[in-house]
């Protein structure tokens, strides 16, 4: 396991941080994005989709649950289980359709799948910290060189 502690000054910090992800995530990866409400997560998925060319506009999934990036021949899927009442509603979505090992699948607010979602290859931990944020990454595999 591979461990990592980063200060993010600044909202330009987390799209940074999602632009390096960007480069270090191959498909076939499951992240989840942990966090409060505000933390980060949904901008730190933004840098990581501009890095990898999407233009268009990226928000949180909270009332789709899903959203859906094709980008050249990588598909990303980014989920908000926060309005999830019951794990079992991921069967019933298809979840292991989406859990594919040519997808990449970012998941926020992870622990309403618990029970149904397999662990995490990149789980992303994002913490208020006065005017900053502060996140600590567990891999499987190294991120950074």
């Known amino acids: 396991m591979f461990a990592y502690q980063l200060d993010l000054a600044d ?23 942990e966090g409060d409400l505000g933390a980060g997560k949904t901008t730190l998925v933004r840098g ?18 899903v959203e859906h990036y094709q980008l050249a021949a990588r598909a990303i899927y980014h989920f908000d ?23 990449l699948v970012l998941i926020e607010w992870p622990e309403k799948g618990a029970g149904i979602l397999p662990a995490a290859d990149v789980t992303l931990s994002i913490q208020h910290k006065t005017d900053a944020r502060c996140i600590s990454i567990k891999s499987n595999k190294p991120l950074f060189s």
């Open 11 to 33: 909202e330009a910090a987390t799209l940074g941080l999602g632009a390096d992800l960007a480069k270090s995530l191959p498909n076939g990866n499951l992240v989840f994005l």
């Open 48 to 65: 990581l989709l501009r890095a990898l060319g999407y233009q268009g506009i990226v928000k949180s999934p909270t009332y789709t649950l």
């Open 81 to 103: 289980l926060y309005r999830l009442a019951d794990p079992e509603e991921l069967e019933f979505m298809g979840i292991r359709d989406y859990l594919q090992p040519n997808n």
